[in-house]
């Protein structure tokens, strides 16, 4: 990878460190050209099951994007570059648009998620915080609101009000409010945070690979959409999982009273 983004191999997880503690793990175009690269290799790597996404130090998990380097010699406003990697690519991390992992991938947020820093978690499937994590949308206190999901994520994972508070205001949360309102699925204590976040994967990993890769499609691809053409992925996916090796261990470590050794096949 690079020194601003830590790749680490843990069994079948994969464990992605922003690494910039000084700049709060805010993310300059190499950094997140670097961030892309990460998830891509996980994504690609059939050993790689699930990925635990964090920052490095205890104060930040993500600060957003860094906005000295983007408006730097333009007047303050963002570089043309920003707007090509931001709205047009992947997204903020790579994972926030046009990427899709089907894998699960788990954000440990270590301290301030704010405005991109959030967007990049809300595109992960769930979200481990330690106590003194703070969360925050403040795009619209600078003049402009995300573009990197969290109007369209936010709403789905903490309802239309609650996102309306956080989007309209600006204002930052601590942990308890976020998991009040459903933002994360634990707090956990910052000293055990990434111990715990990848004890949680690698029993993740146990699973089947292929079942939670298609169920998680059908999740995300029937977001928005009628029942009736939920239902229909969710059917056509389940035949699909008929066909697989996958299917054949489960079953028969369910007849046999043991622990199924899935392949992703």
């Given amino acids: ?20 503690p000084d700049k709060m ?27 635990v996404l964090t920052g490095a130090g205890s104060k930040a998990f993500c600060a957003g994007a860094d906005l000295k380097t983007y408006t730097m010699n333009f007047g303050g406003r963002p570089l043309p570059e920003f707007r090509q990697k931001y709205t047009n690519g992947y997204g903020i991390g790579g994972i926030t648009r046009n990427m899709e992992i089907w894998k699960p ?27 003194n994590a703070e969360f925050a949308i403040q795009d619209v206190k600078w003049g402009f609101h995300p573009c990197d999901g969290a109007l369209i994520r936010l709403p789905w994972i903490v309802g239309l009000g609650n996102a309306m508070e956080m989007f309209l205001s600006g204002d930052r949360i601590d942990a308890e409010h976020a998991f009040r309102i459903g933002l994360v699925n634990r707090i956990v204590p910052q000293e055990t945070l990434l111990e715990e976040t990848v004890a949680y994967a690698t029993k993740l990993a146990t699973r089947a690979p292929l079942a939670q890769q298609l169920g ?21 996916s389940f035949r699909d999982l008929g066909n697989t090796e996958d299917l054949d261990e489960g079953t028969t470590a369910f ?3 043991r622990d199924a050794r899935f392949k992703g096949r």
């Fill in 1 to 20: 990878m690079s020194e601003d983004i830590l790749y680490e191999s843990q069994g079948h997880v994969r464990i992605v460190t922003i690494n910039r």
């Fill in 25 to 51: 793990n805010s993310l300059d175009f190499a950094a997140n050209d670097a961030l892309a690269a990460a998830l891509e290799e996980f994504d690609a790597d059939d050993d790689a099951r699930v990925c």
């Fill in 105 to 131: 991938v788990i954000a440990a947020v270590n301290g301030f998620a704010i405005s991109g820093g959030l967007e990049i978690s809300l595109a992960c499937d769930m979200r481990f915080c330690s106590p």
């Fill in 216 to 236: 998680k499609e059908v999740m995300l691809r029937s977001l928005g959409r009628t029942m009736e053409d939920g239902l229909r992925f969710e059917s056509r």
């Fill in 255 to 257: 007849r046999e009273k």
